[in-house]
């Protein structure tokens, strides 16, 4: 099987920065960079609400931000069952996702997606180092630059 470098980055909405990010190499599910990515950028900024995909639904998730690291708010998509039924999540934060009212910012999850397109745009979408410890450093500095030509055009 193939493996190949994934990055998890944590955007500020306003600006685009990456306020942190986290290396894993693929192919492997999204939720668990979910916390360590969470909680550098929680150290470096006070974070007021977290948007995320689907790949990032679960309990612990939510959690994470709301218990641990006081953050308010959470608009994690919620996944749909793989059973086919329509039956509510368990779980309370999962649960309260699943109401209308709760996805109102969930709108705004498109400024990661441009964040992303614009890094790739920029910076081109292939590494070009070949050892994992090489593309480890290359996607930092890669995140580094991008910071860099966000506030040398602000």
């Known amino acids: ?23 894993c190499i693929g192919p492997c ?21 977290v948007l995320a995909d689907k790949g990032y639904d679960a309990e612990h998730n939510h959690a994470l931000c709301r218990d641990e690291l006081a953050i308010p708010s959470t608009i994690i998509a919620v996944r749909r069952n ?34 992303f397109s614009a890094h790739k745009r920029l910076l081109g979408s292939a590494l070009r180092a070949r050892t994992w410890l090489m593309q480890q450093a290359e996607i930092a500095l890669r995140v580094i630059t991008h910071n860099c030509m966000i506030t040398a055009n602000a």
């Open 29 to 49: 599910q999204d939720s668990p960079q979910f916390a360590p990515a969470v909680r550098d950028a929680a150290r470096r900024q006070k974070i007021s609400e």
């Open 82 to 115: 793989t059973n086919g039924t329509r039956q509510w999540p368990a779980t309370p934060y999962r649960r309260a996702m699943k109401r209308h009212a709760n996805r109102v910012g969930y709108g705004q999850r498109w400024q990661a997606e441009s964040a």
């Open 1 to 23: 099987m193939q493996k190949w470098p994934k990055l998890t980055a944590v955007f500020d909405i306003d600006s685009h920065l990456a306020l942190a990010i986290h290396r």
